[in-house]
């Protein structure tokens, strides 16, 4: 194509969900739902773990912030999809779309790391008991945050300029409801092997040496569990670790699907569920997930809602 013929994109238009004018309202109540509840559930997690003194210890440190990267995930996503629920067009700037992606990366890539660290405590804490408050110190779990969102940024820049690096013109419609990698790949009209062969590379590599990190651990774990005498001890090991690896599966299994596979082989529209799932649905389950079933946080709950109730 001659260059006179290129227009080129400057805001691009997000296709949504669905495109039924008949769905509109009703979808826009079910994830104005899901969306207050991610934001209750992980702001509570994030206040509880935060002012209650028996919640200072490492395994509830990283789920504060687990819970932080799962409120910034959703509120990447969440409010610009609600808007478009209400309004005809639908649009997004070029730079609004590349900043939409490249803090969705942030946060996306913070969880994969996260819930390694989080199998990495828990196998500390069951393997090793005696020395877990010296191995995940203060200064270790500082330190392994730390690294987690310095890595989830320098990944997410990398990424994001692979994926803007190309061409856009003449197409600007996403189909999708947020800027998500694959389908802006498709509205190039430039070679898109490059940033397809960084996010492969990319995202492989984050989820082996993840998943590598949780099983190595587990395996670990279900040795030590095993050869535990008391079968009231087993019963509290595995329930303290069977909500980490509820989530890990949900996670990482939704992440391999979307993202582990040839640009090719991509269909937009199955991406996009799966893409509800991992942004708006695991966010809001992972405080239910881990909270419901647990007693020190249903204790600190208590607590803080009848300290709440003595202040009036």
């Known amino acids: ?5 290129f227009t080129w994109v400057t805001e691009f238009i997000l296709a949504g969900v669905s495109n039924r004018p008949d769905l509109q309202i009703p979808l826009f109540f079910i994830f104005l739902l899901i969306y207050g509840l991610t934001l209750a559930g992980n702001m509570g997690i994030i206040i509880l773990t935060s002012v209650d003194s028996r919640l200072q210890t490492p395994m509830y440190f990283f789920l504060r912030h687990l819970a932080i990267i799962n409120f910034g995930n959703s509120t990447v996503i969440a409010p610009k999809m609600l808007n478009n629920f209400l309004v005809k067009k639908k649009t997004i700037s070029y730079y609004e779309c ?10 996306i890539v913070s969880e994969v790391c996260m819930l390694a660290v989080m199998a990495y405590d828990r196998y500390v804490a069951i393997c090793n008991p005696l020395l877990y408050m010296v191995v995940v110190s203060r200064r270790v779990c500082l330190l392994l945050v730390s690294l987690t969102y310095f890595y989830a940024v320098s990944t997410s820049i990398v990424a994001s300029y692979s994926v803007f690096s190309v061409t856009y013109c003449s197409s600007n419609v996403i189909n999708h409801f947020f800027c998500d990698i694959a389908p802006l790949l498709t509205l190039s009209c430039s070679d898109t092997s490059f940033p ?15 998943m590598t990190t949780v099983i190595v651990s587990y395996f670990n774990i279900v040795l030590s569990i095993l050869r535990m005498r008391s079968a009231e001890g087993r019963k509290k090991a595995f329930s303290t670790c069977a909500s980490h690896i509820m989530a890990v599966t949900v996670f990482y299994g939704t992440l391999l699907f979307m993202y582990v ?19 708006l649905v695991i966010p809001m389950l992972n ?3 881990y909270s419901l079933r647990n007693k020190d946080v249903k204790d600190a709950l208590n607590r803080f809602m009848t300290n709440l109730c003595s202040l009036k």
């Open 196 to 210: 397809e062969i960084v996010v492969f590379i990319s995202a492989g590599t984050n989820l082996v040496i993840s």
């Open 287 to 289: 405080p239910m997930i």
């Open 98 to 107: 590349a900043t939409q992606l490249g803090v969705f990366l942030i946060f």
């Open 1 to 5: 194509m001659a260059p006179g013929n």
């Open 261 to 279: 596979q040839p640009q090719t082989s991509h269909s937009l529209d199955t991406d996009k569920m799966a893409s509800v799932f991992y942004t």
